[in-house]
């Protein structure tokens, strides 16, 4: 009796059996990767977008404080920011002296400080293009979508 056949046979599903395990694990370690890039990449973005909110915020605050003893009525930026970061749809909430930023999926939260003179008004926004506004009647700086 020949036994050389069985072990040909033997011998390939072994080798693939094993490629197909080394495979899979190469793939679970780079999809890790890959989620925690993603994950980098989003507060990453999210940073920048704070800042730039935080410095429209701040440049109509200057404005506003340096009216002196004149009424200001009318102070308005317009900020352009986009939809989605890294894929993910945000929002963006204004608390007393911060930004709070966060994403959907990944769940990523930044948090940006704002110094201002002038209160800002506590809410929150959708992603996209933002208006900071200056009401005088409440002595504060609210942002709202448009």
């Given at each position: 009796?020949?036994?050389?056949?069985?072990?040909?046979?033997l011998?390939?599903?072994?080798?693939?059996?094993?490629?197909?395990?080394?495979?899979?694990?190469?793939?679970?370690?780079?999809?890790?990767?890959?989620?925690?890039?993603?994950e980098?990449?989003?507060e990453?973005?999210?940073?920048?977008?704070?800042?730039?909110?935080?410095?429209?915020?701040?440049?109509?605050?200057?404005?506003?404080?340096?009216?002196?003893?004149?009424?200001?009525?009318?102070?308005?930026?317009?900020?352009?920011?986009p939809?989605?970061?890294?894929?993910?749809?945000?929002?963006?909430?204004?608390?007393?002296?911060?930004?709070?930023?966060?994403?959907?999926?990944?769940?990523?939260?930044?948090?940006?400080?704002?110094?201002?003179?002038?209160?800002?008004?506590?809410?929150?926004?959708?992603?996209?293009?933002?208006?900071?506004?200056?009401?005088?009647?409440?002595?504060?700086l609210?942002?709202?979508?448009?």
């Amino acid at each position: 009796m020949d036994s050389r056949a069985v072990s040909t046979t033997l011998g390939f599903v072994l080798t693939l059996t094993i490629t197909t395990i080394l495979i899979s694990g190469i793939m679970v370690a780079a999809g890790g990767f890959v989620s925690s890039e993603h994950e980098r990449v989003t507060e990453t973005e999210l940073e920048v977008l704070g800042q730039r909110l935080a410095a429209n915020l701040e440049a109509a605050d200057r404005v506003v404080a340096s009216s002196g003893d004149e009424t200001v009525t009318d102070v308005e930026t317009r900020l352009e920011l986009p939809n989605r970061v890294a894929g993910t749809t945000y929002r963006i909430s204004v608390e007393p002296n911060e930004l709070v930023l966060q994403s959907v999926d990944p769940e990523v939260t930044v948090r940006i400080d704002v110094t201002t003179q002038t209160d800002l008004k506590p809410g929150s926004v959708d992603a996209g293009d933002v208006t900071v506004t200056y009401d005088a009647a409440t002595d504060e700086l609210e942002v709202t979508n448009g």
